[in-house]
T-cell receptor, first 110, second 117 residues
């Protein structure tokens, strides 16, 4: 089955700096890669996703890149703000079999 | 519009008891998923419904766990003879995915925090 690894487990940046979170997956059949943000006491909230026929996608300060050959994808947050502080999860999916990484706790220091 | 809702938000029970966790998906979403999230981990798949039927229950850890979705909308996750190791956040998600179509975004509820004493 699919195995998703996510790095780093914790990330601390200064407000205004960029943050990068990386994930690798094992199943080459995976074709959908969402990223979720989870705040304390809440459910995961989708922030961006990418499908296997696209290499990069951007939405304002957030971008995701996908390298299907290397089976890795990354989340890039630019101009970070304190409200970006949360736990971020990557996931890889084929059909409805979605597997999540262990999460990255991002702290943005004002 | 209304998102996925889950009740109760918190549940404390004693070892050996039976619990039911409820999920109300987004209206019109035919696909419904249950996940379990342990502290410091990502969500772990339990079961996926397409309409009223369980299309994939391969993630259920053992036969103490069971889920139903009798009318294709609300779903209930049932845990019998609870154990301390069942303590976790149980998340529900729904999507507009239909079989044969490309996967659609899963929208999560706030979760039910289950504590087994």
């Amino acid at each position: 089955g699919e195995n998703v690894e996510q790095h780093p487990s914790t990330l601390s940046v200064q407000e205004g700096d960029s943050a990068v979170i990386k994930c690798t997956y094992s199943d080459s059949a995976s074709n959908y890669f969402p990223w979720y943000k989870q705040e304390l006491g809440k459910g995961p909230q989708l922030i961006i996703d990418i499908r296997s026929n696209v290499g990069e996608k951007k939405d304002q300060r957030i971008a995701v890149t996908l390298n299907k050959t290397a089976k890795h994808f990354s989340l890039h947050i630019t101009e970070t703000q304190p409200e970006d502080s949360a736990v971020y999860f990557c996931a890889a999916s084929y059909n409805n079999d979605m597997r999540f990484g262990a999460g990255t706790r991002l702290t943005v220091k004002p | 519009g209304a998102g996925v809702s889950q009740t109760p938000s918190n549940k404390v029970t004693e070892k050996g008891k039976y619990v039911e966790l409820r999920c109300d998906p987004i209206s019109g979403h035919t696909a419904l998923y249950w996940y379990r999230q342990s502290l410091g981990q990502g969500p772990e798949f339990l079961i996926y419904f397409q309409g009223t039927g369980a299309a994939d229950d391969s993630g259920l850890p053992n036969d103490r766990f069971f889920a139903v979705r009798p009318e294709g909308s609300v779903s209930t996750l049932k845990i019998q003879r609870t154990e301390r190791g069942d303590s976790a956040v149980y998340l529900c998600a729904s999507s507009s995915h239909s079989p044969g179509q490309f996967i659609e975004t899963q929208y999560f509820g706030p979760g039910t925090r289950l504590l087994v004493l």
